[in-house]
């Protein structure tokens, strides 16, 4: 909400709106909403449609990577997409959001 970016498990948008901007990029891993986020904001502005973000009913999703990863593998996650954000292109190193840990 801060980036004004639908972003996380729940994104909704008309059909036509999600077609025209070729839906999700299907060469990204990880952060594909965001990008997809991006493309229709993009198009909703030169079309001259409202783009909102509907914040009155907060959607609470599971924190079981929180709990699955250490702080440590966390953070390393982090350092890695903010120093390599084309890292979200290779499957190999978005293995935070594909793989349980072995328990």
Known sequence: RSFKLAAGSFVFCRRDLFEECNGFPQNLYAGEEIFF?????????????????VSDYPVITSSRKLL??????ITANLLLLLFFPFAVRFRSLCGFWYHRPES
């Open 37 to 53: 986020s991006r493309a229709v904001k993009r198009l909703c502005r030169k079309k001259g449609i409202s783009f909102e973000i």
């Open 68 to 73: 699955w990863h250490s702080n440590l593998r």
